[in-house]
């Protein structure tokens, strides 16, 4: 079971780290990424890494302010979110999958946490 964690209130501008954990195995062998759901919308793709943390997928919203990594020594995916704005206020999911790792579609994503919410002020 994944977890999500990290979210908060912040300024635009600033800046956040969302971390992600699994409860009862290990995520070694897994792709992971994050997916974010503002109210009224569809979730939508925000980053993922491969399993080893050799390759790294954007969506375009956030390149060059968001940067995903995944460490299998120390444990968590993390998220590190800078130069937030508003328009990435949201709720932030952790997913992890076997197979996909570049997949922009939701439910081609096997395993999801709980949400941790962000919220961006003007």
């Known amino acids: 079971q994944l977890q999500a964690s990290g979210g908060g209130l912040v300024q635009a501008g600033g800046s956040l780290r969302l971390s992600c954990t699994a ?4 995520l070694d062998n897994y792709h992971m990424g994050w997916f974010r759901q503002a109210p009224g919308d569809e979730r939508e793709f925000v980053a993922s890494v491969t399993w080893a943390g050799a390759l790294k997928y954007y969506a375009d919203s956030v390149k060059g302010r968001f940067s995903v ?18 328009e990435d206020t949201a709720v932030y999911y952790c997913v992890a999958d076997e197979h996909v ?21 003007s």
Do not use: A, C, H
Request: glycine share 6%; hydrophobic share 30%; no cysteine.
């Open 69 to 86: 990594s995944k460490d299998n020594v120390k444990g968590p995916l993390i998220l590190q979110m800078n130069n937030l704005k508003p």
């Open 101 to 121: 790792f570049s997949e922009r579609r939701p439910n081609r994503w096997d395993y999801w946490g709980r949400g941790t919410l962000v919220t961006v002020s």
């Open 23 to 26: 409860s009862r195995q290990s």
